[in-house]
């Protein structure tokens, strides 16, 4: 296919399988979610038994082939469902996308037989929630400048340093560690291992008081002299830092879905709260003002949904999808910045009200221009791509 016409044959009616799939994800984001979500965002509650019923939904491991527990569905089904979980609870969709896009995707398409077996299965299954290791103190944006050691001893490697801002951090069973083996070889050096919860020297640190997604757990790690066995490391010496780049591309669109959904819910409710408030006679709807600004919100988020489909659209198409979907994330993680605080401002006072739940989407919004890369690391990939075009 002609990579000039690729817009053209892209074709977003949704099948009837993803209708029913983005109908189970709202049906349970509105009656498992939202029930709570309040007081698990002020108290950092971690949404243990929703994540559990996730499991079982098969949302987990959605992307994965059924015969490792996986429910063989594509990437805009996953979209579809970020979407609407994010709308009511991005705590939670976070972990979603955690195990889907970094995890398990990692393991399916770069670990081996023996790895899948032990560590894919049951993460996609639900059984057991994974996290993705490669932010350090002085290494986030800066993948390459990795502290974390794992030196080579022989039939396993002997792993030092400490990882941070770690989603799942305290809750997660298996953990995808980024390392450096030979610094001289610098990012080809790098190595990516499995770390099991339980492992001699590995701790989990305190939980972060985070300004949102305050349900989920994140945590800094420290690993002191902690064996790792050979069998553990993922793909060919040395390919840890092309396997995190290669996840992290697909890490994106989740993070991109999620955003989008934190916009669409703020959207939602303020639309909502505008054909029910009144002032100087009439529902503030009609005031043209408020309008606009509805007008701006809703064209937006459905510009930000068409970036979050296409980059999806061209992973399920076996197609490139970097630029896409770091364009996705980009422009995503804006509209939802955006949108919340335009939505408190349209709901006013009560716009500050916990009860509400604007201000708590206001709160999680920022966080997506962070994580996966923030907004500027976003410009350089979409740069590099345009420019070698």
Aim: net charge negative; hydrophobic share 40%.
């Amino acid at each position: 296919m002609d990579k000039v016409n690729l817009d053209f044959y892209m074709y977003f009616e949704l099948s009837e399988e993803q209708v029913m799939i983005q109908q189970a994800a709202r049906d349970f984001a509105q009656n498992e979610l939202k029930p709570g979500v309040i007081e698990r965002d002020e108290h950092q509650k971690f949404p243990h038994e929703q994540i559990k019923k996730l499991g079982e939904l098969g949302f987990l491991g959605m992307m994965v082939d059924p015969k490792y527990n996986g429910s063989g569905l594509d990437a805009v089904s996953y979209v579809l469902v970020m979407e609407e979980l994010s709308k009511i609870d991005a705590s939670a969709s976070v972990v979603v996308s955690v195990n889907n896009s970094l995890v398990c995707y990692g393991l399916e398409n770069y670990g081996n037989d023996f790895q899948k077996e032990k560590y894919l299965k049951p993460l996609a299954s639900g059984e057991k929630i994974g996290a993705f290791c490669l932010s350090e103190p002085e290494a986030g944006s800066d993948a390459t400048s990795q502290k974390t050691s794992a030196i080579d001893m022989g039939d396993y490697y002997l792993l030092n340093g400490v990882k941070n801002w770690i989603t799942n951090g305290s809750t997660a069973s298996t953990y995808l560690v980024i390392a450096q083996t030979d610094t001289s070889k610098r990012h080809r050096g790098i190595n990516a291992l499995i770390v099991e919860k339980g492992m001699e020297g590995f701790t989990v640190g305190a939980k972060e008081n985070k300004l949102g997604i305050r349900g989920s757990d994140t945590c800094s790690l420290m690993f002191t002299d902690v064996k790792v066995p050979k069998e553990n490391r993922i793909g060919e010496e040395g390919f840890g830092f092309k396997f995190a780049m290669k996840t992290l591309e697909g890490g994106r669109i989740g993070i991109a879905a999620q955003a989008l959904g934190i916009a669409s819910g703020a959207y939602e409710l303020a639309l909502n709260y505008s054909k029910e408030r009144k002032a100087f006679g009439k529902t503030i709807s009609e005031h043209q003002a408020i309008q606009f600004k509805l007008a701006d919100m809703a064209t937006e988020i459905e510009a930000a949904r068409m970036l979050c489909l296409k980059a999806a659209w061209l992973k399920d198409q076996g197609l490139p999808y970097a630029q896409a979907s770091s364009m996705a994330k980009l422009y995503a993680s804006q509209v939802a910045m955006k949108t919340t605080v335009e939505a408190v401002q349209i709901h006013g006072g009560y716009g500050f009200v916990k009860e509400y739940h604007v201000e708590r989407l206001m709160r999680d919004a920022k966080i997506t221009q962070i994580y996966e890369g923030t907004s500027e690391i976003q410009r350089i990939v979409i740069a590099r791509e345009v420019l070698s075009q």
